[in-house]
Nanobody
């Protein structure tokens, strides 16, 4: 079992930055890929970025150049650095983690970009 807890969301002005964190806890040896998704109001959840156990990151085209995913395997934590925030980045950000072919999800953290 893997429990995921996100943090770091909040209200930020356009052009601002945030750093989201997602800490994994529970009974596991090593987590495989971890990632971030987001869900804007009235829209489906969409993939944002993911990172392999080796630290290789991939990004959705809409966030390339502004978002950076990283992980600290020793702390079982994945991060999402978000720069140059836009109003369309508003939504609930969820992290997920793959472990033994099961995908686990956190409860999400709200990011609101507004002036």
């Amino acid at each position: 079992q893997v429990q995921l807890v996100e943090s770091g969301g909040g209200l930020v002005q356009p052009g601002g930055s945030l750093r989201l964190s997602c800490a994994a806890s529970g009974s596991f040896s090593s987590i495989d890929a971890m990632g971030w998704y987001r869900q804007a109001p009235g829209k489906q959840r969409e993939w944002v970025a993911s990172i392999t156990s080796a630290g290789s990151g991939n990004y959705a085209d809409s966030v390339k150049g502004r978002f950076t995913i990283s992980r600290d395997s020793a702390k079982n934590t994945v991060y999402l650095q978000i720069n140059s925030l836009k109003p369309e980045d508003t939504g609930v950000y969820y992290c997920n983690a793959d472990y033994r072919h099961i995908t686990y999800w956190g409860q999400g953290t709200q990011v609101t970009v507004s002036s």
